[in-house]
């Protein structure tokens, strides 16, 4: 079955039978509503409660994932992939969670907003050598993905003179999550590259069932597990943040899933930072922070590279070497046929979305 022929359903909704553009916009709208909340939710925790498990607290977050998947009707009998095919999936996702979570008790939530923000250049890199995908990318995209990365380095220096919860060991671990976001990505299309059937529940189910028990031990071996414990009983209310966190960050998963299996990690990786974008911004406005013009020339450039990236690649079409001797025979042979159906399904992807 041909990759644009799968059906893809977002929560009941049909996304094949949407053009392009809505399915874009359709997904997007999934992923911010989810994550919005997220980030409200973490800064409230970490920040502002001062509680900072991020091992226990994804840990929490992949038993909500797995009720809701549970009530969505999804059973390991719907499953066209092996377990095996998740197990570094698995690790890199599980890691890279605990890490950004992790990481709040060292930085501010701005900072490692705009740490996270920059995965989208090591993305595109990783994309050219997974196997099953070896993504090219046109200039114009590299040079969105450093003016966005240059516009994120300056905001969050600005950020580090203004706020004092910033510190190396927070660096060291958002940076590790970096580099796990650069495979995950890429990880997560080539499943859906190569078994088309993969569905974002099949993919969520079998990364959080894998991932879990890779999150005990770094729970015992740092003690956060008892600590983490302890803290939150006396403090119940704080479960009921975390699972309603959960409850948005699952529709912002299954979005981004979504996402990535119709447009690509690359792109993903941009919507993704463009909604950091709008999160940083509530984060000031809502929890009163100083805003400088080092910070204005950062949210400049980040918008900049963002509008880049959106402009339509002007480079001309080459003509199919398939399609010229087909059209002078009358009738296309099967071989050529199947490569000019190759060709078109690489012009679509390199279709603006917007």
């Not at 929560?11 to 919005?36: A, D, H, M, N, R």
Request: aromatic letters at 12%.
């Amino acid at each position: 079955m041909k990759h644009e022929e799968q059906a893809r359903f977002l929560f009941g909704i049909s996304l094949t039978e949407w053009p392009k553009w809505k399915q874009f916009l359709i997904c997007s709208s999934g992923f911010f509503f989810g994550y919005l909340i997220n980030g409200i939710c973490e800064e409230y925790v970490y920040n502002r409660l001062q509680f900072s498990y991020g091992w226990y607290f994804t840990f929490v977050q992949g038993w909500v994932y797995l009720l809701l998947i549970y009530l969505q009707g999804f059973t390991p009998k719907q499953m066209v992939n092996p377990w095996k095919t998740y197990v570094k999936l698995s690790a890199v996702l599980m890691g890279s969670h605990g890490l950004t979570k992790g990481s709040l008790a060292f930085l501010n939530y701005p900072a490692q907003l705009m740490f996270k923000s920059t995965k989208v250049l090591p993305v595109m890199i990783m994309g050219a050598f997974i196997p099953g995908l070896r993504r090219k990318y046109p200039p114009h995209e590299y040079v969105s993905a450093i003016l966005l990365v240059v516009g994120l380095i300056l905001f969050t220096l600005a950020d580090a003179q203004t706020s004092p919860n910033f510190s190396v060991v927070g660096v060291i671990m958002v940076s590790g999550a970096l580099i796990m976001d650069s495979f995950l990505g890429n990880l997560q299309e080539a499943i859906f590259t190569m078994s088309p059937e993969t569905t974002q529940m099949e993919m969520l189910f079998c990364s959080t069932v894998v991932g879990l028990p890779l999150l005990i031990p770094p729970m015992l071996l740092t003690g956060e597990l008892f600590r983490a414990w302890s803290s939150c009983s006396q403090h119940l209310y704080v479960y009921g943040v975390l699972i309603f966190e959960a409850m948005a960050t699952f529709v912002g998963q299954v979005s981004v899933l979504s996402l990535i299996a119709l447009f690509g990690a690359a792109t993903t990786a941009m919507v993704t930072t463009a909604r950091k974008a709008v999160t940083l911004l509530l984060s000031y406005l809502i929890f009163t922070k100083p805003l400088t013009e080092q910070h204005g020339t950062g949210l400049l450039l980040i918008s900049m590279g963002i509008i880049l990236k959106l402009l339509p690649d002007t480079k001309p079409r080459k003509p199919s070497v398939a399609q010229a001797p087909a059209s002078r025979a009358g009738k296309p042979s099967s071989s050529n046929g199947s490569n000019s159906q190759m060709e078109i399904e690489e012009e679509e992807e390199k279709r603006p979305l917007v």
